[in-house]
Every structure is written in structure tokens, then in C-alpha cells.
């Protein structure tokens, strides 16, 4: 069956460097669209970035270009999000999705079409 797993969160001080990764199986991960959401306590869930097949990259929130870089690795069949020069309100549970389609949803919808969803794993940045 599909499964996609998140590892790689933990606590780390502003200013650091964390590495999600998403693991996918039990379909082809070069036929979708992945993308990486997250959401912090009291708030709404947000799209971060998402892939696509052919490795086009969308960046959804503001607040993360220039620092998050999404990439994949097609023969690990795993969807990394490189998340540099991290704030406390980067602090949030992070979860990756697949989209039913080989391209990212648009800007304005970035969870529109998503049909399988990791359980997230926690990013605390915190001194």
C-alpha cells in the first residue's frame, strides 16, 4: 500500500540546519508530485514546497524561500526538504504528501489534489 514516512525532525538552536526526508513506497515516486506541508501549534497547516516529477520545484510560503531547498532522489525513491538559517516560528509538525498528479498544485491551493499524507515529524527550533 502507499506509504510516505517523515524522519529527520528534532530540536535544534535558530540559526541551525535540518534535513527532513519523506520515504516513499508502494507506488512509483517518478509518476507524482510530492510536497512538504507543515503546521505549527494554533495554526492552520501550510504548504512549504512541493516537486515535481520532473523535479520543477514551487515554493508556497514566503517565509521559506531563499532558506528551504526541496529536492528528490529518484533511485531512494525520497523527497528531501533542506531547511537552513531556521527560526522559532519554523517550529512546527512537517508532513509530506503525495499529489495525484505528476505536477505541484498552484500557489494558491498548494493542498488541492493531495491524496496520501505522512503522519509529520516535529521541527522545534528553540535556544
Not at 517518478?30 to 516529477?53: H, M, T
Not at 529518484?74 to 522559532?88: D, S
Not at 505528476?102 to 503522519?119: F, I, K
Amino acid at each position: 500500500q502507499v506509504q510516505l514516512v517523515e524522519s529527520g525532525g528534532g530540536l535544534v538552536q535558530p540559526g541551525k540546519s535540518l534535513t527532513l526526508s519523506c520515504a516513499a513506497s508502494g507506488f512509483s515516486l517518478d509518476l507524482y508530485a510530492i510536497g512538504w506541508f507543515r503546521q505549527a501549534p494554533g495554526k492552520e497547516r501550510e504548504g512549504v514546497a512541493c516537486v515535481s516529477n520532473r523535479d520543477e520545484k514551487l515554493y508556497y510560503a514566503d517565509s521559506v524561500k531563499g532558506r528551504f531547498t526541496i529536492s528528490r532522489d529518484h533511485a531512494k525513491k525520497t523527497v528531501y526538504l533542506q531547511m537552513n538559517n531556521l527560526r522559532p516560528e519554523d517550529t512546527a509538525v512537517y508532513s509530506c504528501a503525495r499529489r495525484a498528479s505528476s505536477v505541484c498544485a498552484a500557489a494558491n491551493t498548494p493542498a488541492y489534489g493531495m491524496d496520501y499524507w505522512g503522519a509529520g515529524t516535529l521541527g522545534t527550533v528553540s535556544s
